[in-house]
């Protein structure tokens, strides 16, 4: 059974900088990708980063140049840095993973960013 356990969220002023993560325990195979979708009050789920087993990143374009995606195979982790973060950046953020078997979510974790 595949478990995703996230850490890192919490309340940060503008500006500031949030390290998430999210570790995966389980089947999850070798050829995978794991990502963060986050959603505010009110809006959709959307893709925030993702990256695959290859190390290869995407990110939404609202995030781009603030936002790194990394992941640690040997741990079946992947982190999510947040740098220069603002109130639009509010929300639960979800850890995701997608396997040739699945895909899976984790329980989400709140970040609130203050003005």
């Known amino acids: 059974q595949v478990q995703l356990v996230e850490s890192g969220g919490g309340l940060v002023q503008a500006g500031g900088s949030l390290r998430l993560s999210c570790a995966a325990s389980?089947?999850?195979?070798?050829?995978?990708?794991m990502g963060w979708y986050r959603q505010a009050p009110g809006k959709q789920r959307e893709l925030v980063a993702a990256?695959?087993?290859?190390?290869?990143?995407n990110y939404v374009d609202s995030v781009k140049g603030r936002f790194i995606i990394s992941r640690d195979n040997a741990k079946n982790t992947v982190y999510l840095q947040m740098n220069s973060l603002n109130p639009e950046d509010t929300a639960v953020y979800y850890c995701?993973?997608?396997?040739?078997?699945?895909?899976?979510w984790g329980q989400g974790t709140q970040v609130t960013v203050s003005s």
């Open positions: 995701n993973l997608v396997t040739v078997w699945g895909t899976y």
């Open positions: 389980g089947s999850i195979g070798s050829i995978n990708t």
């Open positions: 990256i695959n087993s290859g190390g290869r990143p």
